[in-house]
């Protein structure tokens, strides 16, 4: 394995043999021409005539700022102050020159900068590698002191009628139209903004709450309503701000000296994702065993896990795979604002002896007796294990101290101490030291693989410290340029171990935390750890959202995680799983998902659970079989136009209807599975009916009795438990679909009771 070296802060000067360009118009090759106005300093890229990148006249495309942004931080929590010093007021063109490589340098000068003047080059391309696209690098001149001009920013016109989707995984709003968003990976909080709930998490742990853009996967690229895409390299890792405010145009601030990426102009919103995953990759493929079931969540043990299963096979649902996260053991954690302990789990990748003694042997008799794969939990993380009251074989946290292996504090001159609530204390691994991923290959080789599992939650990756102390295996590493960049790293380091693991590519490894390419390195992301409620920024309806601006940013293969991971609490007390939530989150994931998975919570006890009693393993059952009867019609989708063309399994609906107001604001209320399936969950309690608008001018089939609806029109439609609001879009019927069908038609009389 190759980890990415990040020096965006000593920026490479451009050198080319440059001719001084006597015209205004330059051509870039493949039908594009680069228009500039020396006097306004005005930009413009056309292909064959149409214009697919503009700045404004009279407003500087590109300009610098000095000083430091504040980054305050604590257990994976964020907050990011924008510093913004002797902002540059002025900017002049002083020469413009093209080469023979379908190039174009300019060069000119920020005037206004504090007391000085600061020259910059901007550089666009036509790659040779793609050539429907422009490539543009801007980078201020390297000779100043790297203290003086700390950022970039680059403004480009918009119009009030383009909306902005992906940015990875945003999860409060439909368009990003009117936000600025910030880039950088982080816990996403709990609540981040739903109250009392995040007031709550923020008197427990620093900014514990999050706020309306933190996210686990913060990814520099968008695509608009006008199928324009822009993006970052994935070298370009720094902390970035993507300004939408202005109707009427884009400002993108870059926490460096230098910066480059993409622009382009796709025919459609789908090829605007078939032209970035051009360029990050694609997905892998997911093996055809998800399709056949569930994804059982259990914690408790070996016997525990024996009972449930028997007891799902009673209740005809379809098992896939279990999930087992605590296989490496439990301890409780106290959190302040609640009488009860969350239960966490030791990160030290070894099998418990308490709760699974016969681990080897145990995922083996699963896949014998019931054809049930099994599943685990990985880290980045290792924990001191010396106060595990059962014991362990390996405190992989003292071998890692020894070695080197974490991420080092200079100031201590020891490991970087990340704290993850009372009583958890843990270093991060070194992913740019050679000896720490040999060393973390072999024990996930030997201890995690060497049992016949199916793969694991690939958890964590938005961890690593920024602080100036912090240190790494190679010294010339700058910490805020790679926090950015360790999920991906991260990923990649899995994919390089899965070469000599022989079960790998039949395997699943689920991700939460992404940055710009991580996708070619992951088979399956979920939408994170969304609050037990029915929330629009953390509970269930996020987890839509999020899995629709994923989807735009070439994540193709997501999942929700049924029921929900944080308990919360309101005026009441603690906010519990109710059956009704579990079941509804069922009904999303079987409709929505690429994975049926779910999770007990972090206070399993709480909390209503698949095997809670017979009529919640029955509507679970019943949800297992719905997604189940889909896979045929989902597994089409991902071999063909996932795979080939990056195109996500969940699409929200502006990306058939770009031009449609209603259909742009459209966030969870309802989304499209493929091309064929328009769906509207319920995500309230209590609701029976769902109101659905129909964007378009096709017709929209109801499943569940026939009742066709037209395009334009907004209708209540009826959504008794286990009847979600799913629609055959238009006609023929894709027989894909006839298992699902067949479903329909078999379950249609069935009546689910909570």
């Keep these: ?20 360009a006597s015209q205004s118009t330059l051509s870039l090759g493949h039908g594009f021409q680069l228009r500039v106005d020396d006097a306004t300093a005005h930009l413009s890229i056309t292909q064959n005539s149409r214009t697919i990148w503009d700045t404004i006249p009279g407003q500087d495309f590109l300009s610098a700022s000095g000083g430091d942004d504040i980054v305050t931080a604590a257990n994976g929590n964020f907050k990011i102050q924008e510093v913004n010093e002797d902002r540059c007021t002025g900017l002049q063109i002083t020469d413009v020159r093209s080469s023979r490589n379908n190039t174009a340098v300019i060069h000119g000068l920020f005037a206004g900068c504090g007391n000085a003047t600061v020259p910059f080059i901007f550089t666009i391309t036509v790659p040779s590698e793609y050539p429907d696209r422009i490539a543009f690098d801007a980078q201020v001149d390297d000779g100043l002191p790297s203290t003086f001009v700390t950022k970039l920013f680059l403004t480009y016109r918009s119009t009030p009628s383009e909306d902005f989707y992906g940015l990875g995984g945003q999860a409060s709003f439909a368009s990003l139209k009117n936000q600025s968003v910030p880039i950088f990976s982080r816990e996403q909080g709990v609540g981040r903004g739903d109250q009392p709930i995040t007031q709550l998490e923020n008197e427990d742990s620093y900014f514990a709450g ?9 990814i520099p690229q968008y695509i608009s309503s006008h199928a324009r895409v822009f993006h970052l390299t994935e070298e370009s ?14 400002t993108v601030r870059y926490s460096a000296r230098c910066v480059s990426g993409f622009l382009m102009q796709a025919g459609s919103m789908l090829d605007a994702i078939t032209m970035v995953t051009d360029y990050t990759g694609r997905m892998p493929e997911l093996p055809q065993w998800v399709d056949r079931g569930a994804v059982v969540g259990i914690q408790g043990g070996e016997a525990k896990v024996n009972r449930v299963v028997e007891r799902g096979l009673e209740q005809s649902c379809p098992i896939s795979a279990v999930w087992l996260q605590d296989w490496s053991g439990t301890h409780e954690q106290s959190v302040s604002y609640m009488t009860l302990n969350v ?15 016969s681990w080897n042997d145990f995922v083996q008799s699963m896949r014998d007796r019931h054809g049930i794969r099994t599943l685990s939990y990985i880290n980045p993380f290792l924990a001191n294990v010396s106060t595990k009251s059962d014991g362990y074989r ?31 204390d843990a270093g991060i691994l070194d992913l740019t030291n050679p000896a720490a991923r ?14 016949n599992i199916s793969g694991f939650m690939t958890d964590f990756g938005e961890y690593n410290p920024v602080s100036s102390d912090t240190q790494f295996a190679d010294k010339e590493i700058n910490p805020f340029f790679y926090h950015n960049a360790y999920p991906r790293e991260w990923a990649a380091l899995h994919r390089w171990i899965g070469k000599s693991v022989s079960q790998f590519n039949d395997s699943i490894l ?5 940055s710009m390419s991580a996708n070619r390195y992951q088979n399956l992301y979920w939408a994170g750890d969304q609050a037990i409620n029915w929330g629009v920024n953390d509970g269930i309806k996020s987890s839509v959202t999020v899995m629709g601006h994923m989807g735009l940013s070439g994540y193709a293969h997501g999942h929700t995680e049924i029921g929900g991971y944080t308990t919360t609490w309101d005026s009441h007390g603690v906010v519990n799983r109710s059956a009704e939530l579990l079941g509804r989150w069922g009904e999303l994931a079987a409709v929505s998902s690429s994975v049926f998975r779910t999770h007990e919570g972090n206070v399993p006890q709480l909390n209503a659970q698949p095997y809670t009693n017979t009529s919640t393993y029955a509507y679970f059952a019943y949800n297992a079989r719905m997604f189940a009867s889909l896979g045929r019609y989902r597994r089409t989708i991902l071999e063909t136009e996932s795979k080939n063309l990056g195109w996500p399994l969940l699409r929200i609906p502006v990306i058939y209807h770009p031009n449609d107001d209603r259909a742009k604001a459209i966030s969870y209320q309802s989304f499209y599975l493929g091309s064929d399936l328009y ?17 378009g001018h096709k017709t929209y089939t109801h499943v569940w009795s026939g009742r066709k609806y037209t395009g334009g029109q907004t209708a209540q439609v009826p959504a008794p438990y286990g009847k979600p609001a799913v629609f055959i879009v238009g006609s023929p019927v894709n027989h894909d679909l006839d298992d699902f069908l067949e479903f329909v038609r078999a379950e249609n009389g069935t009546v689910i009771r909570l």
């Design 1 to 20: 394995m190759r980890y990415l070296r990040l020096w965006p802060w000593a920026c490479p000067i451009f050198f080319s043999p440059l001719t001084l």
């Design 210 to 218: 999050g706020d309306k853009f933190t996210t686990y996967s913060a």
């Design 237 to 250: 890792t720094a902390y970035a701000t993507f300004d939408f405010t202005d109707p009427h145009a884009v």
């Design 343 to 357: 239960s966490r789990l030791w990160w030290n990748w070894e099998n418990d002896q308490g709760l699974y003694p």
């Design 394 to 424: 390996r405190n992989l946290y003292v071998e890692a101290t020894e070695g080197k292996y974490m991420i080092q504090n200079a100031t201590t001159n020891g490991t970087s101490v990340i704290s993850s609530g009372p009583g958890l």
């Design 438 to 451: 040999s060393w973390f290959r072999d024990i996930l080789r030997d201890q995690v693989w060497n049992a």
């Design 510 to 514: 689920w991700h939460r935390s992404s």
């Design 679 to 695: 769906v509207a969950p319920v995500l309230d309690a209590g609701h029976l009916n769902v109101d659905v608008y129909f964007p």
